[in-house]
């Protein structure tokens, strides 16, 4: 395989290098999908190449959580054959990891950036908790991990428990599961680290 989608082409590079080190990466093209994307303007690089394409993720699962889902969408527009393979899901992992609900869940991506819309719907989800107990994961971006960690604690009842999972599959991998009222005497420093949150009984 020679075609690649990817959120960055220096770091895609490396990493199938890595994978591949006897592999030509100057026989590689590589096409930069975000979040601005549109999926018209993927259809004539993907019915140009006519070929296997991969979807690299820059953090995470392809498409859950990540603007890959743009170039899954051209690619069944197109009447293209889509095989997902098996590879780490942080939302998952962070999920399976928590203790809590597995069963019944929701995943809300990022939540709103003002603290005051962010404790508004913080409270929407506490009362989704109160009445089916499912459980509610979300992520951040890592400069606003501490922000979301005191906007939960000063919002959310205390019996509550919240699920930090940071730097997931790392050396420095980190997972938490406590109840809100644990988590204000042992308050940590979660800034600029990927993290994974899950929110519920």
């Known amino acids: ?3 690649y989608l990817c959120e960055n082409v220096r770091s ?11 592999k030509s990466i100057d026989d590689c093209e590589f096409l930069l999908v975000d979040k601005r994307t549109k999926v018209e303007e993927l259809y004539l690089d993907l019915t140009k190449i006519g070929n296997n394409i991969g979807l690299l993720s820059e953090a995470g699962y392809p498409s859950v959580a990540d603007p890959g889902f743009i170039a899954v969408s051209a690619a069944h527009e197109l009447g293209f054959n889509v095989k997902p393979l098996i590879g780490p899901s942080s939302i998952m992992l ?5 203790g809590m609900n597995g069963q019944q869940f929701v995943f809300h991506g990022y939540l709103p950036i003002k603290s005051h ?3 508004s719907f913080l409270k929407k989800i506490q009362s989704e908790i109160l009445r089916n107990s ?3 994961i979300f992520i951040e971006t890592p400069f606003r991990n501490n ?30 599961t406590l109840r ?3 988590w204000k005497g042992r ?3 979660f800034h600029k680290r990927p993290a994974i949150f899950v929110l519920g009984k």
């Open 187 to 189: 308050k940590k420093n």
């Open 12 to 22: 895609a590079r490396r990493f199938i290098k890595s994978l591949c080190p006897e």
């Open 1 to 3: 395989m020679n075609y």
């Open 147 to 176: 922000q979301l960690i005191e906007d939960i604690l000063n919002t959310c009842k205390t019996d509550l428990k919240l699920s930090v999972s940071v730097d997931l599959t790392m050396k420095t991998e980190e997972i938490s």
């Open 117 to 119: 819309d962010r404790k």
């Open 94 to 98: 962070a999920l399976a990891a928590s």
């Open 180 to 182: 809100i009222s644990e």
């Open 134 to 136: 499912y459980s509610h």
